[in-house]
């Protein structure tokens, strides 16, 4: 097995004040390439500390992929740091700095001096292209590692991972099969719970069973060789069978994008009224292309149940749509969640805890909580399920 590893750079992300999302998207990509990654180290613009990490690593790590500080000011230092780290110094690369030259007057622009730096890279590199920005990425073989150093930016990070690294790879190496990884993702069930159900199952070689908790949902992942595709196959709807009613959508789709799937494959048409959410339904379901009537956010107000569900009946008619979802209430009492379709109307009055989450989880979950019933009721399940840990203290249906 191939031994790859990522080291991130840069003060922003070793100290949170960016989110390391190219960290993650190049796990993802590498994982479903067979590449899965052992270890990922991030460092600060420190010079001594970039050497270090890289010496470190060259004795351990088969591949490397380092991402970030090759930019054109005083703290970008891995071209630097590769180069002392090899013993060796840094050169000029006169092909790249045309090409640099010419990036910048097809833009009617002036290539300041700073970005010369851009074009520096150890003398024993190798030149990785970046097709879609200035700076020049490059790879180094140190002991017994091959290191490849690329850009912060993600748009760049990607292209130059999926036209430049990943072919390098595939010709150097034998990569293995990818490992499979079956996913589902469940609301309204604690971690501890779905545990506890799910141990029992025993599992066949080289398989283990994954937990992700990120408030409101959990996601279950079972994942394993490729030689054991079969075996994890047949094993999947015990698993579905305990996720149960709280099962919301398999793989990796997302619950807005199957609700936007659904009702297109319907041919229906949604109207939302959101107060306590703020429009948060709204949004999910407008970036996954939802066919959405129309949409408004109010302020929280008390309403009973009945008025909710009668109003929401209501909109749905006034507005001459298939489906009308509406989330009403003051959260310091309870919310009420309200569906309503031709085939009739259904509502839940529920309580929640205000003293446990902050406000953006408990937006969520209550987001999550009336999707979850367009869901199913697009499925054809039950509207008015067990919930799980959430308390609905009243329902009705006409």
């Avoid at 850009?151 to 390098?168: A, C, D, N, W």
Wanted: charged share 20%.
């Amino acid at each position: 097995m191939i031994n790859v590893e990522m080291l991130s750079t840069g003060d922003e992300v070793l100290h949170g004040q960016i989110t390391d999302t190219n960290a993650a998207w190049l796990a993802d990509v590498f994982f479903n390439q067979g590449l899965p990654l052992t270890r990922r180290n991030t460092v600060g613009d420190n010079l001594d500390d970039l050497v270090a990490i890289l010496r470190e690593r060259s004795e351990h790590a088969d591949v490397l992929i380092v991402n970030g500080g090759l930019g054109p000011t005083s703290d970008d230092l891995s071209a630097l740091a590769a180069a002392q780290a090899k013993g060796e110094s840094l050169v000029l690369h006169e092909a790249w700095l045309a090409h640099m030259e010419t990036f910048f007057s097809e833009r009617g622009r002036v290539m300041a001096p700073s970005n010369r730096k851009q074009a520096e890279i150890p003398a024993s590199a190798e030149l990785v292209d970046n097709p879609v920005g200035t700076a020049c990425g490059f790879a180094v073989q140190l002991n017994r590692c091959l290191m490849f150093f690329t850009p912060g930016v993600p748009s760049e990070f990607k292209v130059m991972v999926e036209q430049e690294i990943l072919p390098r790879l595939r010709a150097r190496f034998a990569l293995p099969e990818p490992p499979l990884c079956l996913r589902l993702t469940t609301f309204g069930r604690s971690e501890s719970d779905l545990a506890q159900a799910l141990d029992p199952l025993p599992l066949p070689p080289g398989v283990t069973m994954g937990y992700r908790s990120s408030m409101p949902i959990i996601e279950l992942k079972l994942t394993g060789p490729a030689s054991e595709r079969e075996a994890m196959l047949a094993l999947w709807p015990e698993v579905k069978k305990v996720a149960g009613e709280s099962l919301i959508f398999e793989g990796t789709e997302g619950l807005a994008a199957q609700i936007s799937r659904r009702l297109q494959e319907k041919q229906l048409s949604l109207t939302l009224s959101e107060q306590f959410t703020g429009g948060l339904i709204a949004l999910q379901l407008n970036r996954e292309g939802a066919p959405l009537l129309a949409s408004e956010v109010v302020p929280p107000q008390p309403e009973t149940l009945a008025q909710t569900a009668h109003w929401t009946a209501e909109r749905r008619v006034n507005h001459f749509a298939g489906v009308a979802l509406a989330v009403s209430g003051l959260e310091t009492d309870h919310l009420n969640f309200a569906l309503s379709t031709a085939e009739g109307t259904w509502a839940l009055r529920v309580k929640f805890s205000t003293n446990r989450h902050n406000l953006q989880t408990r937006q969520e979950v209550g987001a999550m909580m009336a999707l979850n019933m367009l869901r199913r009721w697009l499925n054809g399940q039950t509207i008015t399920s067990e919930h799980g840990w959430i308390t609905v203290v009243e329902s009705l249906s006409f």
